[in-house]
């Protein structure tokens, strides 16, 4: 449904998010091996969430990646994803068909559209904080 870059997106903003609150910066080689990507991926997908003001980027000897505390609760899935993906999971056939609509439906069409929408309102109402709370209590995994 999402693209890896995407999924490693949202991972990867979790982590920070999660050492963000604990008050610790994270390097991109720890945000690689948290989050089980490779280092030159990670860092094409951090520079596309630094440029969308999703993650900081601070440089120097202390530097490393953060979230401001004060935005993990504000920034939902949906930005993450819109940041990566674009549009892209809203759209396009289930089936992969290259047209695919109201008029003229594939097999799964009518399906999709309630799936969609549920995804839409998931992405919309989840947050970086909500995504931390089962990672704080061993709950919820990054990598396996």
Do not use: W
């Amino acid at each position: 449904m999402f693209s890896k870059a995407c999924e490693y997106g949202i991972r990867a903003s979790t982590y920070i998010a999660l050492k963000s609150l604990e008050g610790t910066r994270v390097s991109l080689k720890e945000i690689a091996e948290q989050i089980d990507s490779p280092v030159a991926f990670t860092a094409k997908v951090l520079q596309q969430l630094s440029k969308n003001h999703i993650v900081e980027s601070v440089k120097g000897a202390s530097g490393g990646f953060e979230i401001a505390t004060s935005n993990i609760s504000k920034i939902k899935l949906d930005r993450i994803v819109y940041a990566i993906d674009g549009n892209t999971v809203y759209e396009g056939c289930g089936l992969g068909l290259k047209k695919c609509n109201a008029n003229e439906p594939c097999p799964v069409h009518d399906k999709f559209v309630q799936i969609r929408a549920d995804l839409k309102n998931m992405l919309e109402n989840t947050s970086l904080y909500d995504m931390t709370m089962g990672l704080e209590e061993g709950l919820t995994y990054l990598r396996r």
